[in-house]
């Protein structure tokens, strides 16, 4: 068993929590244990199976937004045909009335920072509070968020609109980005995490010596809470980036919308009155609005799959 | 972990004699400090809504009398909507036929990766968990063209392999059609959250079971899934909120098929036309509040699930006191 142990061992990735371990040679041994069998051919054709599954729709999109308007409809779905016109249809989507997609990728990249960013930060600041302070009112704040999160948000739709309304603040930018702030599971993310990543005795010598609460937050406690805050902001830019039923709510100028309200505009647009079909952008533009966030979610994944995976031991 | 911290800190506050008693009063405040922002955010987005839509469902508006209080009239009036009742038994149906689907493709899917008995799992792993961030409007897009005669993949199959299959978007298949759209947009995202909770499982349980003799499925059985409760309850209980708040997809093919999908398909797309199209903001008040707390009571049935887990769940502290 040790030398296969050795064998899986370097096979393995070295996680953030293993290497926290104690003794080397004790960290082999809890790491090997039922590790290194031979694959299995029917889990592995499952999973192969389900892997065409996920990626199928992917690849249509991508072979469609190849193809001219004509093409589309007179050729196989899944497979490329006629002249590789996704360039062509790049262009044409960015110049498309007036170019408003380009208008609609800025909104989309300005409610994502904001709106995103500052669902991270907060629910960052909130978990690290709850985790690490206790303060009069914590029982409660407790009760009030736990119970929010049961609560459906299509309970709160409507009233949100009417409320932002009477403040005057619906079709403006602020009516998206506001509501995005809130992220409850990021805010639970956090707190487990933080009561585990940040010891007291560290926050402890740091007011011995005489650091602000902030202060010590800042310059301590925020790298250590890193994978975990990745985490949430790899989920909160994925959720702005793809919000749909909020804005559709709140705007109503198209010049305000983010990229999937915009979307599915042109989308409809056929179906309504005086309307003109215009597939081929539809589907270019789809592979437009996932390619930047796919991209992001690619490349985050190695920081924030810790977070992850960290923040579950409980 | 915590009693130590906290004895450390107690006994530093006794050592130091200088006016414990002020930085003690100081330091209690200081957690809203990291507390307040989210909770103001919080309060202005969910709590005043909240009661907003409460007091809401309590008034009528009518174009003669203006705004009159009627207490639990639209309450009433909801009870008797037979619209409302056609809509919450599809999105019920709905729920005992996907989530059970999803979370238990969701699961094998989370044990292979975990099994060492696969290769390439950052692979799949990442391929799995990609739709999750794909837009929701775009994959109704996607797979709404797939299922339709536009750019016909169904047709094209038909025709590949001279068969027919059933048309995606009849009556009788677009909650089925609707049920894989959210199966693609979701399983990964599950997967990770059941394979997050196999990871943090310690390892000592697997050494003693191979011990004992345990194999594979006795494994899974015994301490993989009695493991991962938490997770399963967590995963449940968003899919059982994400079932009541169906909305997306349903409302996105409408534009496809707009004589499949009625106007009050789901509650959230009833809620949704009520106020938007009819300007029946009371009654949509009271709709969407009588909805969610039904997906309040089903979460709290579904937080406490008898039998199997919990039978599972004793054999877990055996399996470790014999290591």
Redesign the interface.
């Known amino acids: 068993m040790s030398t296969e142990t050795i064998v899986t061992g370097r096979r393995r990735s070295p996680s953030r929590l293993a290497s926290a371990q104690v003794a080397p040679v004790d960290r082999k041994r ?2 090997g ?8 051919v029917p ?2 054709l ?2 192969v199976a ?2 065409l ?3 199928l ?2 690849f ?2 991508v072979v ?1 937004a190849s193809k001219s308007k004509d093409q ?2 007179n050729s ?3 497979w490329f045909s006629g002249d590789f016109a996704l360039f062509d249809n790049i262009v044409q989507v960015f110049t498309y009335n007036d170019g408003i997609f380009l208008r609609w990728f800025g909104n989309t990249i300005f409610y994502v920072i904001v709106g995103g960013g500052g669902a991270a930060l ?2 960052t ?2 978990g ?3 985790a ?7 029982r409660a ?1 407790f009760a ?2 736990l119970g ?1 999160i ?14 932002f309304s009477s403040m005057k603040l619906t079709n403006t930018p602020a009516a998206v980005i ?2 995005s ?2 992220s409850a599971f990021g ?1 639970y993310l956090i707190w487990v995490y933080a ?1 585990e990543a940040v ?3 560290i926050l ?1 010598a740091a ?2 010596d005489g650091a602000s ?2 202060r010590i ?1 800042f310059s301590i406690a925020f790298r250590q809470l890193m994978p975990a805050v990745i985490t949430v902001l790899m989920f909160s830019l ?1 959720a702005t ?2 919000n ?2 909020l804005p559709l ?1 709140m705007l109503s100028d198209p010049l305000l919308y983010p ?3 915009g ?2 505009q042109w ?2 647009q056929a ?1 309504s009155i005086g309307g003109a079909a215009i ?1 081929n952008l ?2 270019t533009g ?1 592979l437009l ?2 390619i930047p ?2 991209g992001a ?2 490349y985050l ?1 190695r920081y924030w799959q810790s977070g ?2 960290a ?4 | 972990m ?1 009693s130590t ?2 004895s ?2 107690s006994a ?1 506050s006794t050592a ?1 004699i200088a006016a414990p008693k002020r930085r003690r009063r100081r ?9 307040g ?3 103001a ?2 309060t ?7 009661i ?2 409460i007091y ?1 469902s309590l008034f009528r508006e009518t174009l003669v009398g203006g705004t009159s209080f009627v207490g639990f009239e639209n309450y009433v009036k909801a009870f008797a909507d037979p619209k409302f009742w056609e809509a919450l038994g599809r999105v019920t149906g709905f729920l005992f036929v996907q989530v059970p689907i999803m979370l238990g ?1 969701a699961l ?2 989370a044990l ?1 990766l975990d ?5 390439w799992v950052p ?2 792993r ?3 968990f ?10 109704v ?3 709404g ?2 299922y339709g005669s ?4 169904v047709a ?1 199959l038909n025709d ?1 392999f001279g068969i027919t299959l059933p048309d995606p978007l009849s009556n009788s298949w677009i909650m089925a059609s609707i049920g894989n759209i959210v199966t ?1 947009e979701f ?2 995202y599950n997967m ?1 959250v059941f ?3 196999l ?2 499982i310690p ?2 349980l ?2 003693a ?2 011990i004992d003799g345990a194999g594979t499925f006795r ?1 899974i059985f015994s301490i993989k899934l009695p493991g991962i409760r ?2 399963m309850i967590i995963a449940t209980l968003f899919s059982i ?1 994400g079932s ?2 169906l ?2 997809e349903p409302q ?1 093919l409408r ?2 098929v ?1 004589n499949q999908i009625s106007s009050y398909f789901t ?2 797309i009833y ?2 036309n009520l ?2 199209s009819g300007s029946m ?1 009371n009654y ?2 009271a709709i ?2 009588l ?2 707390i039904l ?2 009571i089903v ?1 709290f049935i579904a937080q406490n699930p008898e039998g199997i887990f919990r039978r599972k769940n004793r054999n877990a502290p055996q399996l470790e006191e014999t290591a």
């Open positions: 809890k790491r244990g039922s590790r290194h069998r031979p694959a299995s889990v592995t499952l999973m389900m892997l599954y996920c990626l729709p992917l249509w999109l469609n589309l409809y196989f779905a899944l907060l629910a600041l909130a690290y509070g709850l690490k302070y206790r303060f009069p009112g914590r704040v009030i968020i929010a049961a609560i459906p948000g299509s309970a709160l739709a409507v009233p949100q609109f009417l409320l506001i509501p702030m809130v805010l009561a010891p007291d005795e402890e007011r011995i609460e902030v937050f994925v980036w793809n749909y039923f709510i990229l999937p309200v979307l599915n989308a409809s179906t597939p539809v589907i789809a609005t996932v966030i796919a979610f690619l994944q992850l995976t923040g579950s031991v409980k | 915590s911290a906290v450390v800190s530093r130091s330091r209690d405040w200081a957690g809203w400090i990291f507390v922002p989210f909770m955010v919080f202005l987005v969910l709590i005043a809504p909240l907003y839509a809401l493709i094998f899917a292979a099994s060492a008995r696969l290769r692979l799949f990442l391929s799995i990609l739709p999750y961030a794909v837009p929701g409007v775009v994959a897009m996607i797979w063209y797939m536009q750019f016909g993949l094209d590949f693609w399983v990964g990770l394979y997050a909770g990871k943090a390892h000592e697997y050494e079971a191979e494994t938490g997770a909120i009541f708040q909305f997306n996105m534009s496809l707009p509650p959230n809620a949704f106020s938007f903001f949509a008040a969407a509040i909805s969610g997906t309040m979460a």
